[in-house]
């Protein structure tokens, strides 16, 4: 199966800084992939790569086949492109500003695009620079649906939507992907990829460390845990357990670090009185460390 | 007008534009009616210049026919030898300095350049829609210029009008595009507006001081204000050289701008 983005080697240095070194990937048709990393890890330098904002220092990336420079037009036309904190005309409307994008794109019919709107309610008819931050990712959202394209690069997408409107979102997500669409989607945090990524990349200080399905993923992922128990519990009973590491008893109550599934963790905690659970994700640097701690010891 | 990058240029500024239009049509009608007055005195004021050093005649570009005696030397030295061409340049490198390098300073570039339009193509509407909106300045100047000219009798030509306002719109356009092409290679719009700027106070004291200062006299033609200034369009009509000189400049610095603008990066 012909990939719909192809990295490369794909490398680019701002004078001396790094942006991203040495990426090689490879996105299938139809899949949704989620990029991860820490903020400044290199996502956004990437996605413009793949836009040809940029170019590369070295390497290369094929975009639907094509050199995003050399093919460039007819590459973006199949391409919807949502920039992270994403700058739009602030003295148009939401409609100015589809229809001009619109235009641009050879579509002069709205419908799509108000479609979309819809479904995320959003008010096409008010300046853009009276919308609150989510309304204008809204706009942004819709710009990058409204011609149904082939390849969605996402940068960030669900930054200043609110629970709901983020829900309706991952619905769209879903839906282009049923189309045979290709979603590639950044983020900073996993929990908003794990509800819509087949399979992740993430990438540290310009590298890609890890590209692997979500399962694969999810099962080395770490959470951190804090049981409040009714009376005191014994440190060893839970230590013991495997997946469960840095165990701390005060009192009644318990704080660990679970890697993969909790299962056997909250069964084990079921035997006391609980009075309350607390789950807090790892955040991802943790998770980069913790990751190469385990590879490191399995060898 | 939002149909393409160069309409949307034009209806972005369509505020500023009608604005710059009112603007000079109501400076041109006062002006217009400053010139009875002058004209009442015109022999004084002559006798006066004729005293001038040829140096500072030269200077304020007194060439043969300046004179508040008459309506075309009265414009030749209240409005075209300075004022217009100001007005018009200060415009035009305002618009030059947005079109690209302000989008790609507010991010709105990015936006444009995901849509399946080449970079060149972006600044190739931009440039139309600086050109097109100088024009429409110049040509509003010029119906106010001949409305005025006829309201106080001044005697003025049309085509010796509209051949003047087309030079003053033509040395526009020249700092216009430098503007632009300076934003196209850096990014700045800051950096773009300013440079440009320095470099038309450049252009303007090189001609003109050229006769006081022996130095400026030699290097007097490497100003774009000498193809503008020296051939007194207002008085003499258009000099077609002067003409080809402008227009090629515009051109080359266009060109060189787009040249960069396509293997730079875009910043964020």
Known sequence: MEPVIRLEALT?????????????????????????????????????LLLDLIRPTRGRAVVLGGDPRADGPRLRREVGYLAGDPALYRKMTGRQLLTYLGHLRGMPSLGPAEEVAARLELDLDRPIGDLS???????????????????????EPTAGLDPLMQREFYRLVAEAKAEGRTVFLSSHVLSEVERIADRVGIVREGRLVVVEGLEELKAKALRRLEIHF??????????????????????????????????????AAARYEVTNLAVHEADLEELFLRYYEGAGDAA | ???????????????????????????????????????????????????????????????EGSSFGTGPGFLHMELFSFVLPLLLIVFAVGFGARAIAGEEEEGTLDLVLSAPITRRRVLAEQFAAMVVATFLIGVVTCVAILIAGAGFDMGLVPGRVA??????VL??????????????????????????????????????????????????????????????????????????????????????????????????
């Open chain 2, 163 to 168: 051949a003047a306002v087309f030079a003053a």
């Open chain 1, 230 to 267: 009714g009376g005191p519990v014994p440190r060893e009973e839970f230590a013991a357990l495997p997946g469960v590491q840095d165990v701390v008893v005060e009192d009644g109550l318990l704080i660990c670090t679970a890697v993969g599934s909790i299962d056997r963790l909250v069964k």
């Open chain 2, 171 to 268: 040395i526009a356009l020249v700092f216009g595009t430098l503007s632009l092409a300076l934003g196209c290679i850096t990014g700045r719009r800051g950096l773009a507006m300013g440079v440009t700027g320095a470099v038309a106070l450049a252009a303007y004291l090189v001609f003109s001081l050229a006769e006081m200062v022996g130095w400026l006299g030699t290097i007097q033609k490497a100003s774009p204000w000498y193809y503008y200034a020296a051939s007194a369009p207002m008085l003499r009509g258009l000099e077609w050289a002067h003409v080809g000189v402008l227009v090629a400049l515009v051109v080359a610095v266009a060109v060189a701008g787009g040249l960069v603008l396509e293997r730079r990066d875009l910043a964020v």
């Open chain 1, 12 to 48: 680019k240095f701002y004078g001396r800084q790094r942006g991203v070194v040495d990426l090689d990937l490879e996105v299938y048709p139809g899949e949704v992939f989620g990029y991860l990393g820490p903020n400044g890890a290199g996502k956004t330098t990437t996605i413009r």
């Open chain 2, 1 to 63: 007008m939002l149909r393409s990058v160069f309409g949307a240029a034009l209806w972005s500024r369509r505020r500023s534009l009608a604005w710059w239009v009112g603007g000079s049509f109501a400076y041109l009608l006062f002006l217009g009616s400053a010139f009875p007055t002058l004209r009442e005195n015109a022999a004084e004021w002559e006798r006066m210049m004729d005293n001038y050093p040829e140096a500072l005649r030269a200077m304020f570009n007194m060439v």
């Open chain 1, 133 to 155: 931050r989510g309304n204008r990712q809204k706009v942004a959202v819709v710009q990058a649906l409204m011609h149904s394209p082939r390849l969605l690069v996402l940068d």
